[in-house]
Nanobody
Framework: VQLQAFGGGLVQAGDSLRLSCEAS????????MAWFRQAPGKDREFVAL????????LYADSVKGRFTISRDSAKNTVYLQMDSVKPEDSAVYYC???????????????WGQGTLVTVSS
């Protein structure tokens, strides 16, 4: 499985942005798809995750109510809708695939290349 993330860019605080993560190959129903982010000088942190087979979701407290993770199985794509973005949301965003319902990056075996999001104040 290969993951390709795109959709990042430069936006202003309060704007919206949608990230996409396209997966090649078959994604099993048991898979968990997640978004993580890493800002310069900081550790990679969990953002959101969803089960591939059903619309169960989990969010980091820092993005809850502002970000929405979703998936389109017909397109083999996972999305991260980012609304009301803040400067502290600036980071490289990575999509990942695993099998554990987990916010720990070590539990994910497949990673996309990352897409940069910069939020200006």
């Amino acid at each position: 499985v290969q993951l390709q993330a795109f959709g990042g860019g430069l936006v202003q605080a309060g704007d919206s942005l949608r990230l996409s993560c396209e997966a090649s190959g078959r994604i099993y129903s048991s898979a968990v798809m997640a978004w993580f982010r890493q800002a310069p000088g900081k550790d990679r942190e969990f953002v959101a995750l969803t089960r591939w087979s059903r619309p169960a979701t989990l969010y980091a407290d820092s993005v809850k109510g502002r970000f929405t993770i979703s998936r389109d199985s017909a397109k083999n794509t996972v999305y991260l809708q980012m609304d009301s973005v803040k400067p502290e949301d600036s980071a490289v965003y990575y999509c990942a695939r695993g099998i554990q319902w987990s916010g720990q990056s070590d539990d994910y075996s497949y990673w996309g290349q990352g897409t940069l999001v910069t939020v200006s104040s």
